[in-house]
């Protein structure tokens, strides 16, 4: 396999995502399925490879945030269902029959409206619809028994529509209080007997996001919607001291130094700014990665990268697309094209994605989200890549 363009790439670690799957499955009912949530490329770790993997190592579904997500998976020829989390707007409902993409509703006058979209167009199948019912998110979703009821009713009446599942999200299952958990779950439980009650027969139930199916597994149900916990890094603090599903991160980011001097004139600047001034005689590498990349400009002068297994604190600005690292003052062996990590392990040294995002302010999930489209993904089996994504379609 070639290898990519860039001297800066991700690695993913597919072993690994293996492994977190079934750690995670084994942890749940034995007949709850898994809903692989592949949304943002996949917590940005690439979202074909990650889908297609997920598939093979047990999961039954993918979830996206937006129909475009779904449709690209759909172009790489995933044939799995996939459902939509978020709205799509009703000018949009024609292209989800056309790639058969699952799409999640709350709103009767839309299922109407959608109905009458799915009937002019000549789809071999009906649409699936999940409803989306708002137990304590306040974002999408109904909020109301009552009103879960209207919605069911709306759809049942519609025979190009296909009522394929019923959710909710919690806010708080990562968090050590449960009582708004405990209450949004009474909340959904009661809905649906309601409309058992009104003679309807429930399809798929799902409500677990990652936390929720470790903190909660008897919550389940027929699937659960699993993301941040594939790529092996924990919902919160909290759940990962549960201690009850070893996970392992998948992603290392990489990099190689482009450049390798010795400072030995004025001026001993650094970067935008001038925010840090080297000492006569400091070795400054510089790498080619930068806040376009997704790397934080916030980690000016105080993030780091590994370097032969030792941490080396950045010097300067991060800017739009290189950053630059001290390698102290004095004899130096680093040399252009020399591997750097900057989230990951480099033999016994480590970058957490966690303390990353500490060091930022926010969690793991932005840390790597973010991670822009412009790093090649190389997706590693066993230590070898089996499949490489990057900018360029081909080649
Ligand atoms: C509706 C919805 C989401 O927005 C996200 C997820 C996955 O959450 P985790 O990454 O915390 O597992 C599920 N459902």
Not at 32 to 59: C, D, F, P, Q
């Amino acid at each position: 396999m070639k290898k990519p363009f860039r001297e800066t790439w991700i690695e993913v670690n597919l072993d690994a995502i293996k492994g977190n799957i079934r750690a995670i499955r084994r942890h749940i009912p034995k007949q709850t399925k898994i809903m692989a949530v592949v949304k943002a490329n996949a917590y940005g770790h690439g979202s074909v490879g990650v889908a297609r993997y997920a598939l093979e190592y047990g999961a039954s579904a993918l979830a996206v945030a937006m129909l475009e997500e779904g449709i690209v998976l759909r172009q790489a020829g995933i044939t799995a269902p996939i459902l939509v989390l978020g709205f799509t707007p009703l000018s949009r409902v024609k292209e989800a029959g056309a790639w058969n993409i699952e799409l999640s509703a709350f709103q009767v006058e839309w299922i109407k409206e959608a109905q009458k979209i799915v009937k002019s167009t000549p789809f071999a199948s009906r649409l699936p619809i999940h409803i989306n019912m708002d137990t304590g998110m306040g974002r999408l979703g109904v909020r109301t028994k009552e009103g879960v009821l209207s919605v069911v009713k709306a759809l049942e009446a519609s025979p190009d529509l296909e009522w394929k599942g019923i959710f909710t999200h919690f806010s708080t299952a990562d968090e050590p209080d449960h009582t708004l958990t405990k209450l949004q779950h009474e909340l959904f439980v009661n809905a649906l007997r309601y409309l058992e009650e009104h003679g309807f027969k429930l399809p798929t139930v799902h409500m677990c996001n990652t936390a929720a199916a470790i903190a909660f597994p008897e919550y389940s149900a027929d699937m659960i919607r699993l993301g941040i916990g594939m790529y092996g890094l924990y919902p919160s603090a909290y759940i990962k001291e549960l201690n009850r599903v070893k996970l392992v991160p998948a992603l290392t980011l990489k990099s190689r130094f482009s450049n390798v001097k010795t400072m030995q004139s004025e001026p001993y600047t650094i970067s935008y700014g001038a925010t840090y001034i080297a000492k006569q005689g400091e070795v400054i590498g510089t790498v080619p990665i930068g806040y376009a990349d997704g790397y934080s400009r916030a980690l000016s002068n105080r993030g780091a990268v590994l370097y032969c297994g030792k941490r080396l604190q950045i010097a300067g600005r991060v800017t739009m697309d290189q950053l630059m690292v001290s390698l102290g003052v004095g004899e130096s062996e680093a040399k252009q094209g020399e591997e750097v990590v900057l989230y990951g392990q480099q033999d016994t040294a480590e970058i957490t994605v966690d303390e990353v995002a500490e060091m930022l302010g926010t969690i793991n999930y932005e840390v790597v989200a973010t991670l822009s489209h412009r790093i090649p993904r190389l997706f590693l089996e066993k230590g070898k890549v089996v499949e490489m994504t990057h900018l360029l379609p081909k080649g």
